[in-house]
């Protein structure tokens, strides 16, 4: 018996929904399978690009879009374990497999007989009878081709080619060394006086985190759900400011894990690619492909808001100035003092703190939130099954049904852990299409990094978690109401400034007051969320937004200056952050929210390089998409909702993005609502 009758990558998936075989397969499986799948793509390939007979819709375009179904699943199995689950073996892997990817995507871009196929398609697309998704398919499949290096001549292409497999090692060890300093970092509390100031949901996570890696007391961590919590109540100014650091400082450490001349070689091919393409800039090649457009149009969206965020975080650092001087502490306010101090004003002024929130918070209502929301509106309804072996003892599965049929499957996988990425992401197992006829039933997952409780009690979320769980189910709808032919339309391939409306938009229903009374339930009493607290949420909602949106804006800003500087071989990464962040006049009591050594949006792979903005840019879609709601008067307008549902939800790609959204609210989007939302105009 040869390897591939005993490798299960590469057998019929004989599984329940065709979910990969996640108790079979190991880490060794996967270099055999992906040789064995990347030749038969090549093979499918050859077939299409050198056929004799002229090309047609069917014999070229759709038998594209078709190919590579074998490699497509093992590709997303491997995606998601290095993602969620990624041991040491799997990471060995990863980085070989890196290049040998970008390899075999240069091989389908740059090969001349397919190209020269779908070209002949694309001069003639206005004779041809094609359906409305048929020529989406046609121009968006022969943009790719364009924008991979098609049209370049051979020595081009060649060069072209060579960068994108260095790209890939170099973005693949940039995510692996962010990896390796967050699992790296500890911060143990030995003592009652290590303690100071923490409520019992982070002492709990601390004493979880602990238990999980073997030590006696609590740790901190640098899980997202952990560290902030802890920055936010720790009392001990000296341990903030060590978290703080751990956290900020990730990829900035000399050694194996330094990040710092992996992104300048990084930002150096980038500047290589764009210029081979034919322009100026990697930024101006990166946006040309995005409802932006260029780099001015996503620096005005940007400039609209970081001028009236300075002045209100300005204001709120005053009011921090005044609380620390209230409490004896030291006026001169540092980085890791401004959540603590934060959440010290609040308390003060809205009687409100995430200690007496967050009870009524519990994980599990907020799923049964999310659905019900789903269900309201786009008749949704979600069925747990168990007993089916999954990649982790934490993830959950669901089925997904609509108007009486299975429609996808859907994945939680809600906890930190050491060798998972940080932050929050949606992904898939499968693609949401219509091959050959046959309806290909998409699988979805949404990773999250909440705080573990301990055995037997329930994990209880901030507001910050709950909006990021709403934010990722958000993004899992987008490809679970997936309703189109062709898999490369299919969900979230989309451009990358629209593809955040989805998900934005529905962290909307997160803060609605009867989604709330309905499911916000105190987890030991069952008591409905008193009417007067959700008063204090409310009052509270844009606390602190000068900060929040000064954070988030000066990262944007500073990847967009980053990849328009013209020669960056001898650029030093963190000083250009700094001197950046002096030129635009960053608070010095505020850090990016991402620094540069660590930022994996920008550094991790291509797809937000360049194009952090585009989170700002789809809040201005969010924000005014919402205002249909409000206008109709009702959260949950079944009218609103079926425009969402058929315009923005289920139409992945097959429509361009600016019709889409016109479709959706009857006009083009406009600014003032995204600011407003963020409380930088008047309401």
């Known amino acids: 018996m040869n390897k591939t009758q005993t490798n299960p990558l590469l057998q019929p998936w004989d599984t329940p929904y065709g979910l990969p075989p996640f108790d079979q ?23 299409i690009g050198q056929q004799a007979a002229a090309p047609t819709v069917d014999n070229t375009l759709v038998a594209f879009d078709a190919s590579g179904r074998q490699l497509n ?7 998601n374990l290095t993602s969620s689950d990624n041991p040491p073996a799997l990471q060995t892997v990863e980085l070989a ?7 075999h995507s240069n091989a389908i871009y740059l090969d001349e007989a397919l190209f020269s196929r779908i070209d002949t398609l694309f001069r003639q697309r206005d004779t041809l009878s094609l359906s409305a998704e048929e020529r989406r398919l046609l121009e968006v499949v022969h943009q790719d081709f364009v924008r991979a290096g098609a049209r370049l001549d051979p020595q081009a292409r060649a060069r072209f080619a060579a960068i994108n497999e260095t790209l890939a090692e170099l973005t693949t060890r940039f995510s692996q060394n962010v990896l390796a300093d967050e699992a790296a970092f500890q911060l143990p509390l030995h003592s009652e006086a290590d303690f100071a100031g923490l409520p019992d949901f982070v002492r709990d996570g601390a004493r979880a985190a602990a238990e999980a890696r073997g030590v006696e007391g609590g740790l901190i961590t640098l899980s997202r759900s952990l560290v902030m919590p802890f920055l936010t109540y720790s009392s001990r100014r000296d341990l903030r400011e060590i978290a703080f650091k751990g956290w900020s400082q990730r990829g900035e450490h000399a050694g194996e894990h330094d990040n710092r001349p992996l992104a300048r070689e990084i930002l150096v091919l980038r500047q290589e690619q764009a210029r081979l393409m034919g322009y100026a800039n990697y930024a101006e090649y990166a946006l040309s492909a995005n409802m932006a457009r260029t780099p001015a149009a996503a620096q005005d969206l940007l400039s609209q808001a970081w001028e009236p965020a300075k002045n209100r975080a300005a204001a709120e650092a005053a009011d921090l100035v005044a609380m620390a001087a209230s409490l004896g502490e030291p006026t001169d306010i540092a980085p890791w003092d401004w959540r603590y101090l934060a959440e010290k004003v609040r308390v003060q002024r809205y009687d409100l703190d995430d200690a007496e929130v967050k009870p009524y918070f519990s994980l599990e209502r907020m799923i049964e939130a999310m659905f019900d929301c789903a269900g309201r509106l786009f008749g949704l309804s979600f069925v747990e099954k168990q007993g089916i072996p999954l990649y982790h003892p934490d993830v959950r599965l669901w089925e997904v049904h609509r108007e009486g049929r299975l429609i996808a499957l859907f994945l939680g996988d809600n906890f930190a852990r050491s060798n998972k990425a940080g932050g929050a992401w949606m ?20 990773n999250n990094n909440f705080a573990k409780a301990g055995a037997g009690q329930p994990s209880l979320l901030s507001a910050d978690d709950v909006r990021t769980l709403f934010h990722e189910f958000g993004h899992g709808l987008h490809g679970m109401l997936s309703n189109v032919r062709f898999e490369r339309l299919s969900g979230t391939n989309v451009l990358r400034d629209f593809v955040e409306l989805p998900s934005q938009i529905y962290e909307s229903w997160a803060a609605e007051q009867e989604v709330l009374e309905k499911h916000a339930r105190h987890v030991e009493t069952g008591e409905v969320i008193p009417a007067s607290l959700l008063e204090r949420i409310a009052a509270a909602r844009l606390f602190n937004q000068g900060f929040e949106t000064v954070e988030y804006t000066a990262s944007a800003l500073v990847d967009l200056a980053l990849h328009q500087v013209s020669d960056p071989s001898t650029l030093d990464i963190s000083r250009f952050e700094q001197d950046e962040l002096a030129r635009i006049g960053m608070p010095s009591a505020i850090t990016m929210r991402h620094r540069l050594p660590h930022f994996n949006h920008v550094f991790a792979g291509p797809y937000y390089a360049s194009g952090y903005y585009v989170y700002m840019w789809a809040q201005v879609l969010d924000a005014d998409g919402f205002d249909a709601f409000v206008e109709a008067g009702n959260p949950f307008d079944s009218a609103v909702a079926e425009r969402l549902y058929r315009f923005i939800y289920s139409a992945g790609n097959s429509l361009d993005p600016a019709e889409a959204f016109r479709a959706f609210r009857g006009r083009d989007p ?11 105009v008047e309401a």
């Open 427 to 446: 992904s898939l197992f499968r693609e949401q299409s219509r091959h050959n006829g046959q309806d290909v039933l998409p699988i979805v997952i949404n």
């Open 73 to 79: 699943r093992v590709s997303l199995l491997f995606s």
């Open 670 to 680: 406009e600014v003032r609502p995204m600011l407003r939302a963020r409380g930088l």
């Open 97 to 103: 497999m890196a290049p040998r990817l970008a390899a």
């Open 25 to 47: 397969v190991k880490p060794e499986h996967f270099i055999p399978a992906f040789e064995v799948a990347l030749a038969e793509h090549l093979a499918e390939l050859a077939r």
